[in-house]
């Protein structure tokens, strides 16, 4: 075999082969080495589980907080809680603070107003009907007093 001048071969150049940084130099001579084995110092987290991270940190600060504000709100939920029966059994309708001003209770009062008007046009639809009616339609039904007086409250204030 007949070589040019100059050619070196890479199987006689070992050194040669390929280019070692720096890096995997330090890392080859340490004691123990391992080649193709890098110990990791911390794990790759991925996206996912980062975000499911923060959900819960922030959801158990959430907690924490609420079960702060739940020892002093006990009182207050009770007192809301019994704002909220009323005696006579009916519902009561949608409270408006007063500091809102006569419009935005002229526009809950309009607003409960169409909503009792379309039941009790409902149970006139369910009164016309021929034939058994189910419990549910027996039930509401025997809402039409109440919804009635509703009404002629709402209309009145």
Same mark, same amino acid.
């Given at each position: ?26 890392? $080859?001579?340490?004691?123990?080495? #391992? ?25 158990? /600060? /959430?907690? +924490? ?8 709100? +006990?009182? $207050? ?44 046009? $409902?149970?006139?639809?369910?009164? /016309? ?17 109440? #919804?009635?007086?509703?009404? $002629? ?5």
């Amino acid at each position: 075999i007949r070589v040019r001048a100059g050619y070196k071969s890479e199987e006689l150049d070992v050194g040669a082969r390929s280019y070692v940084s720096k890096g995997t130099k330090i890392k $080859q001579n340490r004691e123990n080495y #391992i080649p193709g084995y890098g110990k990791v110092d911390k794990p790759v987290e991925k996206k996912n589980a980062r975000r499911a991270r923060r959900r819960k940190k922030k959801q158990e /600060a /959430a907690s +924490k907080k609420a079960a702060e504000a739940e020892g002093d709100g +006990k009182v $207050q939920a009770a007192a809301e809680g019994l704002a909220k029966v009323s005696l006579n059994g009916a519902p009561e309708g949608p409270k408006v603070a007063e500091a809102d001003g006569p419009a935005a209770v002229a526009k809950t009062n309009a607003k409960a107003l169409r909503k009792l008007r379309k039941q009790l046009r $409902q149970i006139e639809k369910i009164e /016309a009907q021929d034939g058994q009616l189910n419990p549910e339609q027996v039930a509401k039904v025997a809402k039409k007093p109440t #919804i009635l007086a509703e009404i $002629q409250a709402l209309e009145q204030s």
